[in-house]
C-alpha cells in the first residue's frame, strides 16, 4: 500500500516550508495542503493539530505530527536517505542545539524587530544582531551549517535565509548585511541559490507585497499565524 504523506500549511509560513524542504531533500512525495490560518481554519486542521491549532502539521499514513522541529526529527528518522542530521552523536547533538537556538533566541527577537515601533526598535535590533552575532560563530568556515550539504540547522534557520531580507526590504529596518555578517549573508546567498531550497520558497514578491499590505494596516505581528 502506498504511503499517505499530507503537509498542512500556510504558503508564508517559513515553519511549513522547513517540512517541505525536508520532505523535498528526502524525495519523499507528499500532498500539500493550503490553510488559511488568519481567517479560516479549516477542521481538518483543528483535528490533527488540536492543542496548537496551526501549521504545520504533517499527516503520515493517518497519524499526525505538529511543531515544524518536532515534524523535522519525525521526517529523518522515518526516510533515512539523505540525512538531515550528522550520524555522530556529538555532532547530532550540536545541529539539535543550534537549531533550537535558532527558534527560541533568533526567531522571535527578529520577527519582534521587524514589527516594533520605530521608538522600540533600535533596542530590539541591537538583540537581534546579538543573536546573529552568535549564529554567525557556528557557521564559520563553513558552506551550510551543516558542511557542504543543507542539514538540519540551514532547514531551521529558512527565515534568516529568506523571509528576513524581504522584511527588511518592506521595513527599511537593517540587522543582517554583508558588512555586519558578512558568513550569515554568504550563507543566506547560498542557500536559496540551491535548487531544492528554491523550491521550498514562497515567490518573492508576493512574500513581499503581503508584509508590506500588513505594515500599511497596521498590524503588529510577523506575516504568519503558525506554530514553529
Not at 504511503?3 to 524525495?27: D, I, M, N, T
Not at 497519524?63 to 526516510?79: D, G, N, Q, R
Not at 533568533?106 to 544582531?129: F, N, T, Y
Request: proline share 6%; glycine share 6%; hydrophobic share 40%.
Amino acid at each position: 500500500m502506498a504511503e499517505e504523506v499530507k503537509v498542512f500549511g500556510a504558503w508564508g509560513s517559513p515553519f511549513s516550508r522547513r517540512v517541505e524542504l525536508a520532505l523535498q531533500l528526502k524525495g519523499v512525495q507528499y500532498e500539500y495542503i493550503e490553510e488559511d490560518v488568519l481567517k479560516n481554519k479549516s477542521p481538518l486542521l483543528l483535528k490533527y493539530n488540536p492543542v496548537h491549532k496551526k501549521v504545520p502539521v504533517l499527516l503520515h499514513n493517518g497519524k499526525p505530527i505538529a511543531e515544524s522541529l518536532v515534524i523535522l526529527e519525525y521526517i529523518e528518522e522515518t526516510w533515512k536517505g539523505n540525512p538531515i542530521l550528522p550520524e555522530d552523536p556529538y555532532d547530532k547533538a550540536m545541529a539539535r542545539f543550534w537549531a533550537n537556538f535558532v527558534d527560541e533566541n533568533c526567531l522571535p527577537v527578529l520577527r519582534k524587530a521587524g514589527w516594533s515601533p520605530e521608538s522600540e526598535r533600535e533596542k530590539v535590533v541591537e538583540e537581534a544582531c546579538e543573536c546573529l552575532k552568535t549564529l554567525e560563530s557556528a557557521l564559520r568556515g563553513k558552506r551550510f551549517f551543516g558542511g557542504d550539504t543543507v542539514g538540519m540547522v540551514d532547514i531551521a534557520a529558512n527565515f534568516i535565509g529568506y523571509w528576513l531580507r524581504v522584511i527588511q526590504e518592506a521595513t527599511g529596518m537593517e540587522v543582517l548585511s554583508a558588512e555586519k555578517f558578512p558568513e550569515l549573508f554568504k550563507w543566506t546567498d547560498e542557500f536559496v541559490s540551491c535548487s531544492v531550497v528554491k523550491g521550498s520558497l514562497p515567490p518573492r514578491d508576493k512574500l513581499l507585497a503581503f508584509v508590506k499590505a500588513r505594515i500599511a494596516a497596521g498590524m503588529d505581528q510577523a506575516p504568519t499565524n503558525a506554530s514553529k
